[in-house]
C-alpha cells in the first residue's frame, strides 16, 4: 500500500519560516517526481512545487518562488518543503503527492500551516 | 488556463453529471479529474482524459482532446457529493481548474 504521511504544520507569524515534511513508503520513491500541492480554505487546488527523482528539475509556482525551497532525501524516502517569509495567504493545507507522468495518482492525507498574528 | 463548467451542478441519485474543463490552449490528452471530500485529500479518478485510475467505478467516465474535456458520471450516488477538478500539465507547471461542486439532491 502506498502511504504519504506529511507532518511538521502549525501555526507561525506573518514573515516567519517553517518546514513540512513528507515521508513514503510503499513504492519506490526515488524514482518518482514528488509534487506539493496546497488548499487555502475555502478554495481550490494549488500546485506549489515539483522536484523530479533526482533532485535535477525543481519547479515552482510564481506565488511561492523565491520563498520556498523544495528538497527530498532518497534515502529516508522524504520530502520537504521549507517555506520562508510566510504570508497570511500561505495558510493552507499542504499535499505531498506522487506524480506519475500523466497525474498525480498518490495523495497523503496532508498538515494544516496557518499564517497569523 | 483550465475553464470549469458549471461552478454548481444539483442533481438526483440516479441521474448523469456531465462536467466540462475547457483549456486556453490545446493540451494534447494529458488531462485529469480528482474528487475532492471535505477532510479527505483529493483523489484520482481519471487520468490522460479518459484512462480510469485503479479501483475507480466504471460510472466514472471521461473523454475529450485537444482544449476540451468532459468528466460523465453515471447513475449519481450521494457519495458523489463533492468538488471536482481537472488538472493539466504544461511544460514545467502543473494548473487546476477552479472546480465543479456536485451536490445530490
Known amino acids: 500500500e502506498v502511504l504519504l504521511v506529511e507532518s511538521g504544520g502549525g501555526l507561525v507569524k506573518p514573515g516567519g519560516s517553517l518546514t513540512v515534511s513528507c515521508v513514503g513508503s510503499g513504492f519506490n520513491y526515488y524514482t518518482y517526481t514528488m509534487t506539493w500541492v496546497r488548499q487555502a480554505p475555502g478554495k481550490g487546488l494549488e500546485w506549489v512545487s515539483s522536484i523530479s527523482s533526482g533532485s535535477g528539475h525543481i519547479y515552482y509556482a510564481d506565488s511561492v518562488r523565491g520563498r520556498f525551497t523544495v528538497s527530498r532525501d532518497n534515502t529516508k524516502n522524504s520530502l520537504f518543503l521549507r517555506m520562508d517569509t510566510l504570508r497570511v495567504e500561505d495558510t493552507a493545507m499542504y499535499y505531498c503527492v506522487r506524480e506519475t507522468p500523466l497525474s498525480l495518482d498518490e495523495w497523503g492525507q496532508g498538515t494544516l500551516v496557518t499564517v497569523s498574528s | ?105
Open chain 2, 1 to 105: 488556463v483550465l475553464t470549469q463548467s458549471p461552478a454548481t451542478l444539483s442533481l438526483s441519485p440516479g441521474e448523469r453529471a456531465t462536467l466540462s474543463c475547457r483549456a486556453s490552449q490545446v493540451i494534447s490528452t494529458y488531462l485529469a479529474w480528482y474528487q475532492k471530500k471535505p477532510g479527505q485529500a483529493p483523489r484520482l479518478l481519471i487520468y490522460d482524459a479518459s484512462k480510469r485510475a485503479t479501483g475507480i467505478p466504471a460510472r466514472f467516465s471521461g473523454s475529450g482532446s485537444g482544449a476540451d474535456f468532459t468528466l460523465s458520471i453515471y447513475s449519481l450516488e450521494p457519495e458523489d457529493s463533492a468538488i471536482y477538478y481537472c488538472q493539466q500539465r504544461s511544460n514545467w507547471w502543473i494548473t487546476f481548474g477552479q472546480g465543479t461542486r456536485l451536490e445530490i439532491k
